[in-house]
């Protein structure tokens, strides 16, 4: 799949596929909000507000109002990929994310997973 096509997939139709890894492997909604706040600036409030909107997942990452320092300190695979290598800088980003998520359905507890 290319990155444009990512990159211009609906928010609201993604963002639920991360919160159901996490919940099937018995984590809360309300963790993948924390981490998707940790790393993007948005409030659970702004994240959830987005989800009835037409954003796009591109757009969602383009428009984050803070991207978190420590987010540099994100390391490991995902899909066979190491996040930490990715050259598109956008595509990197939401491959931190997807990271985060991994290690929340993994069981890491959140104060590893927030690299503060």
């Known amino acids: 799949m290319s990155n444009e096509k990512v990159y211009n997939m609906a928010f609201a139709k993604v963002y639920p596929l991360l919160i159901a890894k996490a919940e099937k492997k018995g984590r809360a909604r309300t963790e993948v909000l924390e981490v998707t706040a940790w790393l993007t600036g948005y409030t659970p409030e702004q994240i959830q507000a987005a989800l009835a909107t037409d954003l796009t997942y591109g757009d969602f990452f ?5 991207l978190n320092p420590s987010r540099t300190l994100i390391t490991g695979t995902v899909c066979g990929v190491r996040v ?4 598109e800088p956008l595509m990197r980003e939401m ?3 997807d990271k985060l998520v ?6 890491k507890p959140m104060e590893k997973i927030l690299r503060e």
């Open 102 to 107: 991994d290690e929340l359905a993994k069981g």
């Open 62 to 66: 383009r428009q984050a109002p803070a």
């Open 84 to 87: 930490e290598l990715v050259e």
């Open 95 to 97: 491959r931190y994310l």
